[in-house]
C-alpha cells in the first residue's frame, strides 16, 4: 500500500462530481445491495452526477445489469482465499484507490455498501476521495460524510450515536428505501390494502441458500392434495438458485402454478399477489411500498432484529429461522393464516414506505456539494 500512496491524487478539470460505487452481488451475497445501489445511482444520474461502479467478478454477478443500464464497471480481483482475515480489507482498498487514482475527475467521492468493508477501509480511502457515503445496516462505526440505514429499529435515532462523525448526515427509515422506479409508478397506479386473498407470491430472491422455496412449495402441495390450498401460486427465484431445476419440476406438479426465473418486472407480480412469503431484507421494502402483506422467514443473521421489531408493529408475519423451518411447520403456518391480521399488515405497511426514497436519499447527496 505504502507505494500507491505515494502516487497522490491526479485530476481532471470536469464540471461533474463523479461517484464510485463499491458494491458485490454474487450467489453467496445476493443481489440486494447491488440492486438497491443501482436504485440510488439512476437517481443520481438525474442530478448530474457521473457514476461508475467498481466490484468482484464472482459466480452470479449482475454486474451486465449495471452496463445494461449505461453504468460502466471497473473490476477488483477476488483473491480473499489466499488471505488473512486482517488484510482482506486493506487488499480490497489498495484495489479501489488504484482505480479511483486512474479513473478520477477533479471531484470523486466513494459510495459504499458491502459488510465486509468498514471503518478501516474508508480510512484508507479517505485521502484520495472528496465526499464518503456508507450504505450499512449493522450500527458499527464508519468514517463517512453521510450515511444512510435504510432498516427500521426500534432506537432508530440513537443508533449510530458515536459511530460516526458529528457532521456526518444521517439518513434513517425505511423513508429512505431505495427502491427502483418501477415500484413508485406502481404505487401510484391505484394500490389498495388488500382485501381478499387468492394469490400467494413465494420469492425468496438471491440464491436461496436454505432452499426455502422448495420447502414452501411441498407444504402447498400438501394442502392442495388434501383441498385445503385453492389459491393461485406464482413462484420467482433467480439464476444464483441452485435448486432451481428441481423447483421448476416441483412447480410444474402443482396445480395452478407458475413458475418465473430472473424476472426484472417483479413488482408487477408483487401487485397481482395478495400474500407473499418470502426472506427479511430490502425486498421487505418493496413489498411494503406495494401493501403486500409477508411471511418472512429469517435466512441470515442480520435480518434478525429488524425482522422482529418490524413483526412487534404489525407489519409483518415472523415466523423465524429458515434453517429451523420445515414443510411440516409451512403447512401450520397457512393453516392458521388469520385473514383479518392480513388485511390490517398490508394497510400498516402501505404507511410506511412510499416509494421515493431513492430521489429523497440522492437530494441529500446532491447537497453534499456545498459542504
Known amino acids: 500500500m505504502g507505494r500507491l500512496l505515494n502516487l497522490g491524487k491526479k485530476t481532471m478539470n470536469m464540471k461533474r462530481n463523479k461517484i464510485f460505487i463499491r458494491v458485490d452481488s454474487g450467489v453467496e451475497i445476493g443481489a440486494g445491495h447491488a440492486m438497491r445501489c443501482l436504485s440510488l445511482a439512476q437517481a443520481l444520474k438525474k442530478m448530474n452526477f457521473e457514476l461508475c461502479f467498481i466490484s468482484k467478478k464472482t459466480g452470479g454477478n449482475i454486474s451486465k445489469l449495471f452496463t445494461d443500464k449505461g453504468f460502466r464497471v471497473y473490476y477488483i480481483q477476488d483473491n480473499n482465499s489466499k488471505l488473512k482475515k486482517r488484510e482482506i480489507v486493506k487488499n480490497d482498498a489498495t484495489q479501489t484507490a488504484k482505480i479511483i487514482i486512474k479513473h478520477q475527475t477533479k471531484s470523486s467521492w466513494i459510495l459504499v455498501d458491502h459488510y465486509d468493508l468498514d471503518f478501516k477501509w474508508e480510512k484508507i480511502l479517505r485521502k484520495y476521495v472528496n465526499k464518503i457515503i456508507v450504505i450499512d445496516d449493522l450500527a458499527r462505526k464508519h468514517d463517512s460524510d453521510l450515511l444512510l440505514d435504510q432498516n427500521y429499529d426500534e432506537n432508530l435515532k440513537t443508533r449510530y450515536n458515536k459511530l ?126 406495494l401493501g403486500l402483506p409477508t411471511i418472512v422467514s429469517i435466512v441470515s443473521d442480520n435480518q434478525q432484529k429488524t425482522t422482529k421489531a418490524l413483526a412487534k408493529k404489525q407489519y409483518i408475519i415472523n415466523v423465524g429461522l429458515a434453517k429451523n423451518l420445515s414443510v411440516k411447520k409451512y403447512v401450520k403456518i397457512f393453516e392458521n393464516l388469520d385473514i383479518k391480521k392480513l388485511r390490517s399488515i398490508s394497510k400498516n405497511s402501505l404507511k410506511v414506505v412510499d416509494g421515493n426514497g431513492s430521489v429523497r436519499v440522492a437530494r441529500r447527496i446532491k447537497l453534499l456539494q456545498s459542504a
Open 164 to 289: 460516526v462523525p458529528r457532521k456526518c448526515i444521517k439518513l434513517l427509515g425505511p423513508k429512505y428505501a431505495l427502491l427502483r422506479n418501477e415500484f413508485s409508478n406502481l404505487r401510484k397506479n391505484n394500490v389498495k390494502p388488500r382485501k381478499n386473498f387468492e394469490s400467494v407470491l413465494i420469492s425468496f430472491g438471491g440464491s436461496d441458500p436454505t432452499n426455502e422455496t422448495e420447502k414452501v412449495l411441498s407444504a402447498i402441495k400438501i394442502l392442495k392434495t388434501k383441498n385445503q390450498f385453492q389459491k393461485e401460486v406464482n413462484v420467482v427465484i433467480t439464476n444464483s438458485n441452485k435448486n432451481k431445476n428441481k423447483i421448476k419440476q416441483l412447480c410444474n406438479s402443482i396445480p395452478n402454478t407458475k413458475f418465473y426465473q430472473n424476472v426484472y418486472n417483479i413488482g408487477k407480480l408483487m401487485c397481482k399477489a395478495d400474500l407473499a412469503v418470502g426472506a427479511g431484507g430490502s425486498s421487505t421494502w418493496e413489498r411494503f411500498c
